[in-house]
């Protein structure tokens, strides 16, 4: 969906030594003078040869993430950890050794066994990587080919997460596929939330449904959800408060929202989504699994993917949870956003341990 970033090669300016010998060479000098003169014209040309080979030979040496795909780049910190346990990819790697590598990129024990069952004492990719994909077959597969107008989405997770960064990244990216977005800023429990989220829908040019810190939040999503229904916009993406799941009145509020939705148009919102700090590793899945009791969540979103080496946690959200996941964030850039491959994710794990 995304072009993978293009470098802007350096170019050296053509008429700049021309000009340098000219200007030498106009200038009336003695003898000794000239000698000078003409060193230092050879040294400035020497140099601008050398700028220019330097300057052919850079992109060589540039930083091979930028060719990587997108799934390598959220999983480099916990490829990289892997090469402390194994330094060099091998065809078949050792039963100890994987289950190992599993348990560092923070999947929990359990789903480490269930993966590991049965398998050989030396493990091949191909049979790695068959249990690897099928811990995400009990997650639900979402029906996206007919969905209703306006498209109702509630951002829901604790501070700190994301959330408000991600309802940017996903106006985006509907902006971009042609489709019109209307926000709501329903987190009014912080001033901060407010502004930020006014910020990117400047930046992104979309509509902003708001209030003053304080005010009722369900008011927010009524008016935002009206407005869509009134303007025909195909999308509404609500932000909520970061609720911690400890605190009973704000998760009633959060169930209030959800009424309120509904009331302002049948069945919405029309999805639920949890937005997990993948920093967190599985400390995010109790937050999840607490949400999930008290509204039914119908898909997660991972942020933060490419600052953490616990990569290997989305195997246990997704398993233990049995909800999709929908995207991974892996960067603070509009644009870094991507829809979730199991098969694409497992392979770039893959890819940092076997030829």
Not at 57 to 72: D, L, R, T, W
Not at 150 to 178: D, R, W
Request: proline residues 5%; glycine residues 6%; hydrophobic residues 40%.
């Amino acid at each position: 969906m995304f072009g993978i970033f293009k470098r802007k090669s350096k170019e050296t300016p053509k008429e700049e030594t021309p000009k340098v010998i000219e200007e030498i060479i106009e200038k009336p000098s003695s003898k000794i003078e000239e000698i000078v003169q003409e060193e230092k014209i050879t040294q400035d040309v020497t140099i601008q040869e050398e700028v220019i080979e330097e300057t052919i030979e850079e992109p060589k040496n540039e930083p091979e993430v930028e060719k990587k795909g997108f799934f390598a780049r959220a999983l480099e910190k916990t490829v990289s950890n892997f090469k402390s346990i194994v330094p060099e990819k091998k065809v078949k790697i050792e039963f100890d050794i994987i289950e190992e590598l599993l348990i560092e990129a923070d999947m929990e024990y359990e789903i480490v066994e269930k993966a590991m069952d049965g398998l050989p004492e030396f493990i091949t990719r191909a049979q790695l990587r068959h249990r690897l994909v099928s811990l995400f077959e009990h997650a639900p597969t979402i029906d996206d080919s007919n969905i209703p107008t306006p498209f109702i989405e509630l951002i829901i997770g604790v501070n700190g997460a994301g959330k408000t960064t991600t309802i940017a990244k996903l106006a985006n990216m509907y902006k971009k596929a042609g489709k019109s977005v209307v926000v709501g800023a329903g987190d009014t429990f912080r001033a901060a939330a407010i502004e930020q989220l006014s910020t990117w829908a400047d930046k992104l040019d979309v509509p902003i449904i708001k209030t003053k810190q304080g005010h009722d939040p369900s008011a927010v999503a009524y008016d935002t959800i009206s407005s869509a229904v009134a303007k025909n916009f195909d999308h509404a993406i609500i932000d909520t408060a970061g609720r911690l799941q400890t605190q009973v009145n704000l998760a009633n509020e959060l169930k209030k929202i959800v009424k309120v939705c509904d009331k302002a148009h049948n069945g919405a919102p029309h999805q639920k989504i949890m937005i997990l700090d993948g920093t967190q590793g599985n400390t995010a899945i109790a937050q999840a699994r607490a949400f999930n009791e008290m509204i039914s969540i119908d898909g997660i979103i991972v942020t933060k993917l490419d600052g953490t080496a616990k990569g290997g946690a989305l195997f246990s959200i997704s398993n233990q949870l049995e909800l999709p996941i929908f995207y991974i964030g892996i960067g603070e850039k509009a644009d870094d956003l991507i829809p979730f491959s199991p098969d694409e994710f497992v392979d770039s794990l893959l890819d940092g341990i076997y030829q």
